[in-house]
């Protein structure tokens, strides 16, 4: 696997991110905005990776990893849910504070000591937000499932995701009993909010009702 710098890694992780739920290739611009640099300085980083033979790119395209970038960028994955899930299990941290402190552990510790997390957490298949953890050997199983704010009335699914990229909303989220596994029907989807009902696989009653604003809608994805 070729050498790279904690620099690369974020780039390399920000790519395969962008895609994970949706199919559309990440631009040098929405990279740019994600990893808050300048344009010119994915441009230079975008050739840099090129010629590491990490990323494929054409000028003003679209950036895309190649089998090689894809596979340091799913071990920094790996590395930074495994982080995110040992700091809320065995550290006290909650769901929404969990992100940035990864960011900075994921270039820091030893792969001996990222494999002992693993086993002393029982080698966990996903993270507190529902992102599935790749195995050490790369591999991650694709999930069907469909973004809440895109199901229409009458869908119900469990959460299987939730983004943690705004640590307002799943605190928000949080405070309305919506986590992972939150079974969720969608009763009405109005252009700023959705309506849903808030159960638990299983569970007996009158499942509540809360109103979701878009924002909420666009972090959580239900099983389809």
């Not at 992100?99 to 029982?122: F, K, T």
Request: glycine share 8%.
């Amino acid at each position: 696997m070729p050498a790279t710098s904690p620099a690369i890694e974020d780039y390399l992780k920000t790519v395969y991110a962008h895609t994970e739920w949706q199919p559309d290739a990440i631009t040098p611009k929405v990279l740019a905005d994600r990893l808050g640099v300048a344009p010119s300085s994915v441009t230079e980083m975008v050739k840099k990776m090129a010629a590491a033979g990490l990323v494929s790119h054409v000028p003003y395209g679209a950036v895309r990893l190649t089998d090689a970038g894809r596979a340091r960028a799913l071990a920094v994955v790996r590395r930074h849910r495994l982080i995110e899930t040992w700091l809320v299990q065995e550290m006290g941290y909650g769901w929404d504070e969990v992100h940035d402190e990864a960011e900075i552990l994921e270039h820091a510790i030893s792969d001996r000591l990222l494999e002992a997390i693993d086993d002393r957490l029982g080698r966990p298949a996903r993270d507190p937000h529902g992102d599935q953890i790749p195995s050490a050997a790369g591999i991650l199983e694709a999930r069907d499932a469909v973004l809440l704010a895109d199901a229409p009335p009458g869908h119900s699914g469990a959460v299987v995701r939730i983004s943690d990229r705004d640590p307002a909303v799943l605190r928000d989220l949080d405070d309305a009993g919506i986590g992972l596994d939150t079974v969720l029907r969608v009763t009405d989807a109005a252009a700023a909010s959705v309506h849903v009902t808030v159960g638990v696989a299983g569970g007996a009653g009158e499942p509540p009702a809360r109103t979701l604003p878009r924002a909420a809608a666009e972090a959580i994805w239900v099983t389809a």
